[in-house]
């Protein structure tokens, strides 16, 4: 069966550090694989996408993704965070079936000052 | 252009009471999902239509939650009665249909407390 893991509930870094969202999947073929940010009270806006080619995804925002087929990861990636970046981040994989999205819990992000 | 809409945003009712929630999707957008978000958790499937048809309710719990899609635009989910553990946010979303590679696109969600 299709799943997401995030293992990290949540996170919190220092404003101008680097960030890594951590994300793996479970899934038989070639997945299509999303990253969501959801700001408090707020609905979920997709930052980026992987379909194939380039491994290396660039998103809104200035984040990026990488996909790694050998250990099923799909983690986010940022350099330098900004206190406007502090929300639930969501990483998902696209089903096979009719196209839907199956969500990992989340991870919570926190930016210290 | 505009997005997925919904209402109402917030709703607070009492156990067995019933509410409704209504989705209009992004124009064009054969595909409409219905979400279901408990706090501290991930999205989860109720409900998807293609154009006016059902593709998938597995999830959905059909003694108390039913929806509709009439003329394949608007949706409404209905619960009745409502459960304490109904508190969630339910979550809209459209695509231009319903394969693995479309990106799906939210509204801001319909918080229900269920007291």
């Known amino acids: 069966a299709q799943s997401v893991t995030q293992p990290d509930i949540h996170i919190t870094v220092s404003e101008g550090a680097s960030l890594e969202l951590r994300c793996n999947y479970s899934?038989?073929?070639?997945?299509?694989l999303f990253w969501y940010v959801q700001s408090p009270g707020q609905g979920l806006q997709l930052l980026l996408k992987?379909?194939?080619?380039?491994?290396l995804v660039q998103g809104i925002k200035g984040f990026e993704a990488e996909f790694k087929r050998s250990q099923s990861s799909f983690n986010l990636r940022k350099p330098s965070v900004h206190w406007s970046d502090a929300a639930e981040y969501f990483c998902?994989?696209?089903?096979?079936?009719?196209?839907?999205?199956?969500f990992g819990q989340g991870t919570e992000l926190s930016v210290k000052p | 252009e505009a997005g997925v809409a919904q209402s109402p945003r917030y709703k607070i009712i009492e156990k067995r009471q019933s509410v409704a929630f209504w989705c209009n999707p992004i124009?064009?957008?054969?595909?409409l999902y219905w979400y279901q978000q408990i706090l501290g958790q991930g999205p989860k499937l109720l409900i998807q239509?293609?154009?006016?048809?059902?593709?998938?309710d597995s999830q959905l719990p059909k003694d108390r939650f039913s929806a509709e899609r009439l003329k394949g635009v608007d949706s409404t989910l209905k619960i009745q009665p409502a459960k304490l553990e109904d508190s969630a946010v339910y979550l809209c979303?459209?695509?231009?249909?319903?394969?693995?590679?479309?990106?799906?696109?939210f509204g801001e969600g319909s918080w229900l407390t269920v007291v």
């Open positions: 979303a459209s695509s231009l249909e319903g394969s693995s590679g479309n990106t799906i696109y």
């Open positions: 899934y038989g073929a070639t997945p299509y």
């Open positions: 992987y379909f194939s080619g380039d491994t």
């Open positions: 998902a994989v696209g089903s096979n079936q009719g196209g839907k999205l199956i």
């Open positions: 124009s064009g957008h054969a595909t």
């Open positions: 239509f293609q154009n006016n048809g059902v593709v998938d």
